[in-house]
T-cell receptor
Framework: DTEVTQTPKHLVMGMTNKKSLKCEQH?????MYWYKQKAKKPPELMFV???????INESVPSRFSPECPNSSLLNLHLHALQPEDSALYLC???????????????FGEGSRLTVL | QKEVEQDPGPLSVPEGAIVSLNCTYS??????FMWYRQYSRKGPELLMY????GNKEDGRFTAQVDKSSKYISLFIRDSQPSDSATYLC??????????FGTGTSLTVIP
């Protein structure tokens, strides 16, 4: 069973709506990630938080706003999305740093977003 | 040149066959190597993890890393219909920036 939990599993929203995706992990990991995945494509990195600070933003449009309230939680706030933003949004976590046994990346089940 | 190359398939095999999935990479600094299984409309599930080079076995699954050839493999023995999924390879130099292959779609026919 995955130890990264994402809610909601499915979300349908209009282009003027504001919604949030939530992610929680209980593995003590200090790096958390948001990925976007389109059908038949690999996950595409959006944001990385390391020790609750945003360390990587892959030039994501401002209609996506990440937040890391604490070391276990990660949110993605959505506002004024476009239909092309419809995708599977994946949260992941890993231990920070290098060295044996710290390179594993664990994904949640994802939140499937449809923008009408 | 892409950091990671993976044949997208699709790959179709009869039940019980041995499946070989492969990825090549260009960055010799990669030291963390992973294989994920992803069922349709689900998140990727970490299947195998290898640090540096060598082999790792877990049940019907064997992961191999050949750093001299920059080549990694996943073998599935006695394949089952439940193994039908997309398999993604991923790798990292630092353990917190990851590069993915495009995924190989596998169907195991009963």
């Amino acid at each position: 069973d995955t130890e990264v939990t994402q809610t909601p599993k499915h979300l349908v929203m209009g282009m003027t709506n504001k919604k949030s995706l939530k992610c929680e992990q209980h593995m003590g990991h200090r790096a958390m990630y948001w990925y976007k995945q389109k059908a038949k494509k690999p996950p595409e990195l959006m944001f990385v938080y390391s020790y609750e600070k945003l360390s990587i933003n892959e030039s994501v449009p401002s209609r996506f706003s990440p937040e890391c309230p604490n070391s276990s939680l990660l949110n993605l706030h959505l506002h004024a999305l476009q239909p092309e933003d419809s995708a599977l949004y994946l949260c992941a976590s890993s231990q920070v740093g290098s060295g044996t046994g710290t390179g594993e990346l664990f994904f949640g089940e994802g939140s499937r977003l449809t923008v009408l | 040149q892409k950091e990671v190359e993976q044949d997208p398939g699709p790959l179709s095999v009869p039940e019980g066959a041995i499946v070989s999935l492969n990825c090549t990479y260009s960055n010799s600094a990669f030291q963390y190597f992973m294989w994920y299984r992803q069922y349709s409309r689900k998140g990727p599930e970490l299947l195998m993890y290898t640090y540096s080079s060598g082999n790792k076995e877990d049940g019907r699954f064997t992961a191999q890393v050949d750093k001299s050839s920059k080549y990694i493999s996943l073998f599935i023995r006695d394949s089952q219909p439940s193994d039908s999924a997309t398999y993604l390879c991923a790798m990292s130099r630092t353990g917190n920036q990851f590069y993915f292959g495009t995924g190989t779609s596998l169907t195991v026919i009963p």
